[in-house]
């Protein structure tokens, strides 16, 4: 395994893990309006760092040895993944709409969740023979209104012309998808929308996690880490969404066929998914005591990963600190290698619940430089005590590699 050297300059932070850092006077003082924060890294920290693993491959690695220094005593071995996955594309939704350009083809509703396998059911509305298919849906105490009978819940299919795609829009957000079917179904009075498709290679073929244009093996380590991940949360649907996962960063980021219909790179996308796969029903996935493992991973971190322990305080055998010195270097992370960030004060004292924030004090830090916890004082002397990776990510700053700068 090839390691990188690191500027000294980078991993400033390092040589004062033990010291408590305070960076205002606390009870009597005003509230700031705003903290400044310097650090490195973006994203968790656990497991896999993306900007880790470019530089891996980039000097030769393959993805099995990416994703072996990363996780600790795995297999990077064939797992049967024929399975269905079910995605949430649309969440907690008033309405949505469903269109189609594709030449030839024809869009069907279903009154009711059907599997992928009923084809005796008819549909309940049928859009064709016109140069663009569209359907209007909104939610009421009824149902859904703009179908046939305002039906609690809907299956919507799509077939004909040369592979068309359906684009669903919502707010102000589009996405198109070629693969599957989609799920429509009122949830406390509102629309939850979501894809069934092949877990192996339709959905991953949609993820979006790194650059197309990346070398070969990081994105089948990017490939073999989704897939692993994707089939750690297969079982019981989740109420809440009607889904298996989300298409976002609560789990992963699934854009459907944007992926792969990116101009040039993505076919590249494509063929990095395709090599993952060993036969017609088996692909590379990573195991850990032969389960696959729910494949954390994140963009850069501040020199070194960290274990989930660290991180959340819920051990998992297989994540561990590793030197992530690629992280940190300026020419393979210019945004994030170093930064500076700004949270105002409600998102800090929401952070920590109290009523408002006038100092700050880093409690300690671990190995890799993470801040652990982090301590909240308010203008009345009352104090909150957080995990640094929750107080990260409510507040909106990179990373919890972080260092507050003193006003």
């Known amino acids: 395994m ?7 300059r980078a991993i400033f932070f390092v040589f004062s893990l033990a010291a408590p850092l305070l960076m205002t006077p606390a009870f009597g003082s005003t509230a700031p309006a705003l903290f400044t924060f310097t650090g490195s890294g ?6 896999m760092s993306q900007i880790g693993a470019r530089a891996m491959a980039a000097a030769g690695e393959s993805a099995t040895s990416i994703l072996k220094y990363y996780f600790k005593d795995v297999d990077v071995i064939p797992v049967i993944d024929t399975a269905t996955i079910r995605v949430n594309i649309g969440n907690a939704l008033r309405g949505a709409i469903f269109s189609t350009s594709t030449s030839g083809s024809s869009l069907r509703l279903y009154a009711g969740d059907l599997p992928a396998s009923d084809t005796t059911t008819a549909p309940i509305m049928t859009v064709a023979n016109k140069k663009k298919l569209t359907i209007s849906i909104s939610v009421d105490k009824k149902g859904i209104q703009g179908l046939p009978g305002t039906p609690a819940a809907a299956t919507l ?3 004909g012309g040369s592979a068309p795609v359906v684009t669903l829009t919502e707010s102000n957000s589009t996405s198109r998808y070629r693969y599957g079917q989609i799920q429509i179904k009122v949830i406390k009075g509102a629309i939850e929308i979501t894809n069934s498709l092949a877990l192996r290679d339709e959905y991953l073929l949609g993820i979006s996690e790194v650059p197309s244009s990346w070398p070969p093996a990081v994105l089948e380590a990017q490939t073999i880490a989704a897939r692993s991940y994707a089939l750690s949360k297969m079982g019981t649907i ?23 219909a990116e101009p040039r790179f993505g076919q590249i996308w494509r063929a990095a998914v395709l090599r993952t796969l060993v036969d017609t029903s088996t692909g590379l996935a990573i195991l850990s005591g032969g389960k696959p493992i729910q494949a954390y991973y994140f963009s850069s971190s501040g020199g070194a990963t960290q274990s989930s322990a660290d991180a959340w305080g819920g051990f998992t055998a297989y994540t561990h600190s590793v030197p992530d010195t690629a992280s940190v270097l300026t020419a393979l992370n210019p945004r994030y290698a170093s930064w500076s ?10 952070a920590f619940g109290l009523p408002d924030v006038a ?29 640094g990776d929750t107080f990260r990510s409510r507040t909106k700053i990179p990373s919890p590699w972080f260092t507050p700068v003193a006003s």
């Open 2 to 8: 090839r390691m990188y050297k690191v500027r000294r």
């Open 42 to 47: 973006f994203g968790h920290g656990v497991g």
């Open 157 to 159: 299919r799509w077939s």
């Open 238 to 260: 989740r109420p809440a969404c009607d889904c298996n996962v989300y298409d976002h960063i609560v789990d992963q980021n699934f854009v459907g066929f944007s992926k792969e």
């Open 341 to 350: 960030a700004t949270a105002t004060q409600a998102l800090v004292s929401r």
């Open 359 to 387: 100092s700050l004090e880093i409690l300690s830090r671990n190995s890799a430089g993470a801040v652990t916890w982090i301590k909240g004082v308010s203008t009345n002397g009352v104090t909150m005590v957080i995990r």
